[in-house]
């Protein structure tokens, strides 16, 4: 519950039940890249003009910080209850280290110091903190959907995440919530297991939309590590 509410309720009747902040970070992140290729290029081919544009992205950039930053709040209050993440923590971080690099550049500007080699060093010290914000932020969103597993089946997690996470968070399933993971009688044991990642079928026997695993992509020793891993977080089947 927090005083954000009604905004994400009227989202939610319009029929956007996405996170906000998301989007607007393009806003930020495209403006840093561009001040960082501008800056570059404009440098290293000796075009003030190409400099200048550079200088506009970077003031652009601090301006955009301030509402992705106040829609990244309200996402972490609305999904996450406020709860302090360990991505979350770094993303504080990493957003306040942006705002003081992108204020100092902008100091550098205005006091006519735009020539400056360290403004160079500010475009690209953002664009790899931006490139920082970004991986937390996936992490945020696709990390912590692989059920935590003991270090002897981390090869079958890592399996787990690459290629059956983004479709089977946590064992369920995104695209056909009846089909979920856990509890799936192609658990039952390991060569039907390996005949369903193989060949996966609706139950009318039609392809359906999870892809088909051949060896080329999972052999049958990481289907048996995959397997192991499954069998070990979510447990076996219900016989019969
Ligand atoms: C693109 C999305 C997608 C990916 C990736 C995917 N699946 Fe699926 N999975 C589905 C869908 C949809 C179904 C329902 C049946 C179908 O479409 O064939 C399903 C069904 C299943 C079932 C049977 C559930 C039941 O109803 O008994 C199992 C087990 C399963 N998937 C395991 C996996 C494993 C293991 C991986 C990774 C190697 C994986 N899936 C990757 C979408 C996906």
Redesign the pocket.
């Known amino acids: 519950m927090t005083i954000f509410n009604p905004l994400y309720a009227v989202l939610t009747a319009m029929g956007f039940t996405d996170p906000i902040h998301p989007p607007l970070t393009h806003m930020p992140i495209g403006l840093v890249v561009a001040a960082l290729i501008f800056g570059l290029t404009g440098w290293l081919l000796r075009r003030p003009a190409w400099s200048q544009a550079a200088r506009y992205c970077l003031g652009l950039a601090w301006l955009f910080i301030f509402p992705t930053v106040l829609l990244g709040f309200m996402d972490w209050q609305h999904y996450y209850q406020g709860a302090w993440l360990l991505p979350i923590i770094v993303k504080i971080g990493l957003a306040s280290f942006l705002f003081v690099l992108l204020s100092i550049g902008l100091i550098l500007v205005k006091t006519g110091r735009e020539e400056s080699k360290a403004l160079l060093a500010i475009y690209l010290i953002a664009f790899l903190t931006v490139g920082g914000l970004g991986y937390f932020g996936g992490r945020l969103v696709f990390g912590g959907r692989a059920p935590a597993a003991p270090p002897a089946l981390e090869a079958g997690k890592n399996?787990?995440e690459n290629?059956?996470m983004?479709?089977?968070p946590n064992g369920g399933?995104a695209?056909?919530p009846?089909?979920?993971?856990i509890g799936?009688?192609?658990?039952k044991d390991f060569p039907t297991?390996l005949g369903?990642?193989r060949d996966?079928?609706?139950d009318n026997g039609k392809k359906?939309?999870?892809?088909d695993?051949l060896p080329g992509k999972?052999s049958d020793k990481q289907a048996r590590q995959?397997y192991d891993y499954?069998i070990g977080v979510l447990g076996k089947p219900p016989a019969g």
């Open positions: 399996l787990f290629n059956c983004a479709c089977h399933n695209i056909m009846q089909a979920i993971i799936s009688d192609m658990l297991f369903w990642i996966p079928r609706l359906g939309p999870m892809p695993f999972i995959l499954l």
